[in-house]
């Protein structure tokens, strides 16, 4: 999993054939806003942060996931995912964290598997 705001290193993870590359742009934290609402215009990493503190009532710090974080990331997983499906990979907004999270729920329920 990557952030993808960085051209460079995009192009570079980008060229390796051997792996499903996940990444969200311009950040991890793009895939947190989706918990929230539908997010489709350009937006800043700094952006997200701000959002994220407006909608969850309390300044959000990059790589620190509290309680009330934790509970929306839960509770809103599938609207999550079917939002980042609407995105196109690698542009900004974009994420595929819905691929890993879908094939997590594969191996939790493998009677579902190819269901999304």
Same mark, same amino acid.
């Given at each position: 999993?990557?952030?993808?705001?960085? &051209? +460079? =290193? !995009?192009? %570079?993870?980008?060229?390796?054939?051997?792996?499903?590359?996940?990444?969200?742009?311009?950040?991890? #934290?793009?895939? *947190?806003? !989706?918990?929230?609402?539908?997010?489709? @215009? /350009?937006?800043?990493?700094? %952006?997200? =942060?701000?959002?994220?503190? $407006?909608? $969850?009532? /309390? @300044?959000?710090?990059?790589?620190?996931?509290?309680? +009330?974080?934790?509970?929306? !990331?839960?509770?809103?997983?599938?609207?999550?995912?079917?939002? @980042?499906? %609407?995105? =196109?990979? *690698? $542009?900004?907004?974009?994420?595929?964290?819905?691929? *890993?999270? #879908?094939?997590? #729920? $594969?191996?939790?329920? &493998?009677?579902?598997?190819?269901?999304?």
């Amino acid at each position: 999993m990557y952030d993808a705001d960085v &051209p +460079q =290193i !995009l192009e %570079k993870l980008k060229s390796i054939k051997s792996t499903v590359l996940i990444a969200s742009n311009p950040s991890i #934290e793009l895939w *947190f806003l !989706l918990h929230y609402k539908n997010h489709t @215009a /350009n937006i800043t990493t700094n %952006k997200c =942060i701000r959002e994220l503190s $407006n909608r $969850n009532g /309390n @300044a959000y710090k990059k790589g620190v996931i509290d309680t +009330q974080l934790e509970i929306k !990331l839960s509770e809103n997983c599938t609207k999550a995912c079917e939002r @980042a499906r %609407k995105l =196109i990979l *690698f $542009n900004n907004p974009s994420s595929n964290m819905n691929i *890993f999270i #879908e094939e997590l #729920e $594969n191996v939790k329920n &493998p009677t579902k598997k190819g269901r999304k």
